[in-house]
């Protein structure tokens, strides 16, 4: 799925006009949209009295008052009472907009207000029980002004829950920023056609888990195009909602080796191996130094090993040797390397070699996840990543966090974290890898130049092992999907996030380990992202209902 800016949205809408879809529908698709999430979300049986639309006198208006005008018709028998109050005169208000305020008057069931000061917004405000926010939507340019900044002010002394149409009224569609003081609160966000950058990069709402929603409303696929080279990460997530083929078997759904561990460090790539089984993969083995393998092997008896000579602790670069090198990947398709690794005695050497020389019983270099220590060992020496992956004609993963991004750019984590989108681009393609840099919307930046950006995850991932089950989590989408690296890779990321949205609302942000979003996974892949009433879940997935 496309992120647009506000610009292209624009040309959507335009284009959408000249292939012959009259402004009219994608009008009346809009607020119809927004009245059915409303209905669903805060049906009125739940959520009873008073719901106020407020309405700008521009487009986001007149999407909000065709949203009043079907909302006041399915509520016309529960007792609830809409009110659509428009911030404004309704003289100034042109062409579409003025038809919709002209329908939204004669719509019985409905009362229409027209606002001219604070004193008549307040009154309107008073009692509501639920807030529908269609002032200003993509096309504004902050800061809000007038009666409309008066209203953020009213509206934040107003308990009742607010759903914002397109965007809350004061957000800069274009906007990178996480969070913005100057714009409506909301707890539920409805989009039409495309998410905009300020959806997926900024934090809506003020519930963790708040929904954000996109709505077709009619434009055709053509008419939906943009340069940035962004799109949501969410959409890939349909690989794995595909049903296995029932003569299906273990060989057909990957063989990835993980490679990690140290003295000390054996959970790491025990968590990375239990999530990579749990992600699908058909079968996994673990190659640990020999002085941790039975802790890591006490994960899962599914799980097999391999021992590996190790100095100081730590694997030994004689497990690099071609010998040792060839009976380690026999029948593997898939290599993640780093998790508990460590830095001691050769292992960064080891690491560098099993990146550079990993292949196939055909000689072709096997697609590999570079993670955590495996990643350190190339600080500096990106260049030979460079070599592994263009010349090599390799697939190599890295999912670096911002410190560890810094050490391989040779950078400061406040460089990393001053352009991550533009930072990620130019190393993916530079180096021919797809990167994964992860935090708040965590990217996956391919060798192409496409960014995708991902919108699950939350702050109780803040711990250690999360990025080692990322890692399992990748490795085994890798293996199951290998002729579409991109989206098993998004997939993957997703996926990840979401089983932590889920395990977090089982218990508390403080109290969730690495391995509850492992316990959680079966739940993110069972959880759609599009739902039957055309909505398509960029955030607040975990609200949408998965089959028990």
């Not at 998410?195 to 997926?200: T, Y």
């Not at 071609?322 to 990947?329: D, I, M, P, Q």
């Amino acid at each position: 799925m496309k992120i647009l800016t506000a610009a292209e949205m624009a040309d959507a809408d335009r284009r959408s006009v000249e292939a012959g879809v009259l402004i009219e529908d994608l009008m009346e698709q809009a607020g119809s949209a927004v009245a059915r999430f409303v209905a669903r979300q805060y049906p009125a049986a739940h959520v009873p009295g008073k719901c106020v639309v407020l309405c700008g006198k521009g487009n986001n208006g007149r999407d909000g008052l065709v949203a009043a005008r079907h909302l006041a018709q399915m509520d016309r028998l529960s007792g609830r009472q809409v009110v659509a109050g428009l911030l404004g005169s309704s003289a100034d208000m042109k062409d579409a907009a003025a038809l919709a305020w002209q329908a939204a008057c004669a719509c019985e069931g409905l009362e229409t207000r027209e606002i001219a000061d604070e004193a008549s917004l307040r009154e309107l405000l008073t009692g509501a029980s639920l807030v529908i926010d269609a002032l200003v939507g993509t096309g504004f340019k902050p800061p809000l002004r007038g009666l409309a900044a008066v209203a953020k002010k009213v509206l934040d002394l107003v308990s009742a829950p607010v759903v914002a149409v397109d965007l809350p009224s004061g957000w800069d569609a274009d906007s990178v920023g996480q969070t913005s003081d100057s714009a409506f609160r909301a707890n539920a966000v409805v989009t039409f056609t495309a998410p905009k950058r300020a959806h997926l990069f900024g934090q809506l709402t003020e519930q963790t888990f708040g929904p954000v929603v996109v709505a077709g409303i009619g434009s055709p696929a053509s008419a939906v195009q943009s340069a940035t080279g962004l799109t949501w990460a969410g959409a890939s997530k349909c690989i794995a909602e595909r049903p296995r083929d029932v003569n299906g078997n273990k060989g057909r759904f990957g063989h990835v080796l993980l490679i990690g561990g140290a003295w000390g460090k054996s959970g790491a790539p025990a968590m990375a191996s239990l999530a990579a089984m749990r992600a699908g993969a058909g079968l996994v083995t673990a190659a640990v130094p020999a002085s941790v393998l039975p802790l890591v092997a006490a994960i899962a008896p599914e799980l097999m090993c391999a021992p590996l000579a190790e100095v100081d602790g730590a694997a030994a670069l004689s497990n690099a040797s071609e010998a040792s090198r060839t009976k380690l990947l026999k029948g593997i398709q898939v290599l993640a390397i780093g998790p508990g690794l460590g830095t001691e005695g050769e292992a960064s050497d080891f690491a560098r070699a099993m990146v550079a020389e990993a292949c196939d019983a055909d000689g072709k270099g096997l697609p590999t996840v570079i993670d955590a220590d495996a990643l350190n060992a190339f600080a500096g020496r990106s260049d030979l990543l460079k070599t592994a992956a263009k010349d090599g004609d390799r697939v190599l993963v890295l999912t670096p966090h911002p410190g560890e991004m810094a050490r391989l750019a040779g950078l400061t984590i406040k460089q990393v974290e001053a352009d991550r989108v533009g930072l990620a681009r130019r190393f993916a393609t530079e180096h021919g890898v797809t990167l994964v840099l992860k935090g708040w919307r965590t990217l996956v930046a391919h060798p192409d130049g496409r960014v995708a950006v991902n919108t699950t995850g939350n702050p109780s991932m803040a711990k250690g092992g999360s990025g080692d089950i990322l890692t399992g989590i990748g490795a085994a989408m890798l293996g199951q999907y290998p002729a579409d690296v991109a989206a098993a890779v998004e997939a993957a990321v997703f996926l990840h996030g979401l089983a932590g949205d889920f395990a977090v609302r089982a218990q508390d942000e403080h109290t969730v380990l690495a391995t509850d979003t492992v316990d959680h996974l079966w739940q993110a892949f069972r959880a759609r992202v599009a739902d039957a009433d055309g909505f398509t879940w960029i955030a607040g997935t975990v609200l949408n209902a998965a089959r028990s």
